[in-house]
C-alpha cells in the first residue's frame, strides 16, 4: 500500500522557519513528481510547490511562495519543503502529493494526512 507521510509542522513564531518532510513507502515514488500543497481553515486547497521525479525541475505556485524550497531525496525515499520568513498566513495544513503523467502534474494520485502548520504573529 502506498504511503505518504508527513512530519515536522508545528507552531512557529513569524518570520521564523520550518523544515516539513514527506516519507513516501510501499511505491515507486522515485518516478512520481512530488508536491506540497496547503489548506487553511475556511478556504480552498493551495498548490504550494511540486518536484520532477529527478529534482531536476521545480515549480512554485504563488510568487509569495519565494521564501519556499522544494527538494528531494530519492535514495531516502524523502520529499522536502522548507520554509523561511514565515507569516501568519502561512497558518494550515500542509500536504503531500505523488503525481504521474505530464510535468507539472495536472492529477496527483496519492495524498499524505497532513501536517499541521501554525504561525503566531
Known amino acids: 500500500q502506498a504511503q505518504l507521510v508527513e512530519s515536522g509542522g508545528g507552531l512557529v513564531e513569524a518570520g521564523g522557519s520550518l523544515r516539513l518532510s514527506c516519507a513516501t513507502s510501499?511505491?515507486?515514488?522515485?518516478?512520481?513528481?512530488m508536491g506540497w500543497f496547503r489548506q487553511a481553515p475556511g478556504k480552498e486547497r493551495e498548490f504550494v510547490a511540486a518536484i520532477s521525479w529527478s529534482g531536476g525541475s521545480v515549480y512554485y505556485g504563488d510568487s509569495d511562495l519565494g521564501r519556499f524550497t522544494i527538494s528531494r531525496d530519492n535514495a531516502k525515499n524523502m520529499v522536502y519543503l522548507e520554509m523561511n520568513s514565515l507569516k501568519p498566513e502561512d497558518t494550515a495544513v500542509y500536504y503531500c502529493?505523488?503525481?504521474?503523467?505530464?510535468?507539472?502534474?495536472?492529477?496527483?494520485?496519492?495524498w499524505g494526512q497532513g501536517t499541521q502548520v501554525t504561525v503566531s504573529s
Open positions: 502529493a505523488a503525481g504521474s503523467g505530464s510535468w507539472p502534474p495536472d492529477e496527483y494520485e496519492y
Open positions: 510501499g511505491g515507486t515514488f522515485g518516478s512520481y513528481a
